[in-house]
């Protein structure tokens, strides 16, 4: 990071706020070990693309406009013929978000876009047994960056935070206090 640029506002939190607390909560010495977050995946699987090369376009504009970084497409593996699908068909884009842009993308994430959702009650707050957390979104709509007068379909996505946490108790307990709304435990049951 330059002189000029500012650092974004979640890890300014993360190092002043969260990763002390961290550190005192679990009794971790090092500043090294502390857990925190390795990358941001976002990823937008667009099978009806091999009918329709306007929905694989209009996923990569929106995922440009939502992540701030120009998507990889992904091609199907191999063939399948009960989906009509071959192998090497552009079948998906996919986003890896690192440094600032990671901390600015998970920034919006988690106060502008999930707010926005309609009905919610909170994240699952199921992690994948290695310190990393996956969440899917049903459409591109909640994002502000998306123009919603040039949508003509809506894309769900998929969100995966990976953590450096060695365990799933230490990378929830980090992803709550930077933000991330989970479900109550009392919500849970209901």
Do not use: C
């Not at 996505?157 to 060695?166: D, K, Q």
Request: cysteine-free; charged content about 30%; glycine content about 6%.
């Amino acid at each position: 990071m330059t002189a000029t640029e500012t650092m974004p506002r979640l890890m300014q939190r993360y190092r002043e706020e969260v990763r002390p607390e961290l550190m005192k909560e679990h009794e971790i010495l090092n500043v090294h070990r502390v857990p925190g977050l390795k990358k941001v995946v976002v990823s937008m699987g667009v099978g009806l693309a091999r009918e329709d090369k306007a929905r694989m376009e209009a996923a990569l504009t929106d995922l440009t406009a939502i992540t701030g970084q120009k998507p990889t497409t992904r091609k199907a593996r191999k063939s399948v013929s009960n989906f009509k699908l071959r192998e090497g068909q552009e079948i998906g884009a996919m986003v890896t978000l690192r440094g600032a842009r990671m901390w600015e993308f998970l920034d919006r994430l988690i106060t502008i876009a999930i707010p926005r959702i309609k009905d919610f009650r909170g994240l699952k707050s199921k992690l994948d047994g290695q310190g990393n957390y996956s969440l899917g979104l049903n459409d591109q709509t909640i994002f502000p960056e998306v123009n919603l007068d040039r949508v003509k379909n809506f894309q769900g996505m998929n969100i995966t935070i990976v953590t450096s946490a060695e365990t799933d108790d230490v990378a929830l307990d980090m992803l709550k206090r930077l933000g991330v709304p989970f479900q109550r435990d009392d919500d849970k049951d209901a």
